[in-house]
């Protein structure tokens, strides 16, 4: 029987990362997230361009839900949310695509 997951505040959580969860035995330890650090490693995922960048992140989700780690390293934060507005470097970088 597949265990119920939850997604984030604005993601649904995708097959391929629900999979890996279970696999590894990490339920409990990504049920035990909020549910935006939940969204920011479903974000973080998503936001991959090739599959191979897509598989290493998920590899290193696990890994970073292995070691208690919250949220994923070295990422600005969804910028999909609706409850607050993007930072000025969100923005700038990620929406608007300009380089500073």
Do not use: Y
């Amino acid at each position: 029987m597949k265990p119920e997951m939850s997604g984030g505040l604005v993601h649904e959580l995708p097959g391929d990362l629900a999979k890996a969860l279970v696999e590894k035995e990490l339920v409990s330890s990504w049920e035990a997230l909020s549910a935006i650090g939940r969204n920011e490693f479903i974000c973080w995922i998503e936001d991959a361009k090739q599959q191979k960048t897509r598989i290493k992140r998920i590899v290193r989700a696990t890994e970073d839900l292995l070691e208690g780690k919250k949220r994923p390293c070295c990422w600005v934060g969804c910028i999909h949310r609706t409850d607050k507005q993007p930072g000025k470097w969100q923005q700038q970088v990620l929406i608007d695509k300009k380089k500073k």
